[in-house]
């Protein structure tokens, strides 16, 4: 007699019993390769649905809303004794900014030509102000397990560098930039997307 086949609740149970490391990460900026290259912490953004409050005589019911507010990019990084990664942001959105004149972000724009030959036109003829980033994430051998990659990133907030003459000990500085961006995805090894992920 032939026996049924009958799904058992072992099989949706997770396979790779290791854990996620903290450390186990790089990050790689094509605008700011000297920040990536210093980068010791970064963050997989988190995300809220919006939801719409239906209104009944006894309270309201949620409902699944159709937007989705991404949270931030934050990256902290060692900053060099030439301060040169620190720049490569302060320079950025001075250069979006242009606190000054508006010669800035024309020079900006034309440093952006300059440097990259896959740089994108946009709207009204100048050179787009933003950049591509990879959070690349790797298991406990240390190989890669899956990427994060974010597009159209742009700094808007960059930490403060605080000298004090008073302090003995000797911590090295580091600086948080915060990015906004279009959008993100998940991407495994072959660059093919995990949301959501085939089995």
């Known amino acids: 007699m032939a026996r049924s086949k009958t799904r058992s609740s072992f099989d949706n149970q997770i396979q790779n019993r290791n854990f996620l490391q903290p450390t186990g990460f790089k990050f790689t900026l094509e605008r700011s390769p000297k920040v990536a290259f210093f980068c010791n912490s970064a963050n997989i953004p988190g995300m809220t649905l919006g939801i719409a409050n239906q209104s009944s005589y006894l ?4 409902h699944t809303g159709d937007q989705i ?22 320079t950025w959105i001075r250069g979006v900014g242009f606190p000054e004149t508006r010669q800035e972000i024309f020079d900006f724009q034309k440093e952006r030509k300059t440097d990259r030959k896959d740089y994108r036109m946009i709207a009204g003829g100048g050179y787009d102000l933003y950049s591509d980033g990879t959070l690349t994430i790797l298991n406990s051998s240390q190989n890669l397990e899956f990427k994060v990659v974010f597009e159209e990133l742009f700094p808007y907030n960059l930490s403060t560098i605080q000298f004090d003459a008073t302090d003995t000990s000797i911590e090295y500085f580091t ?10 995805h998940v991407l495994d090894p072959l660059n093919k997307r995990l949301h959501p992920r085939e089995k």
């Open 59 to 62: 309270k309201s019911i949620p």
């Open 69 to 90: 507010e991404f949270e931030d990019l934050t990256l902290r990084f060692l900053v060099d004794e030439d301060f040169e990664n620190y720049m490569e942001i302060y």
């Open 175 to 184: 600086a948080d930039v915060s990015f906004k961006y279009t959008i993100f």
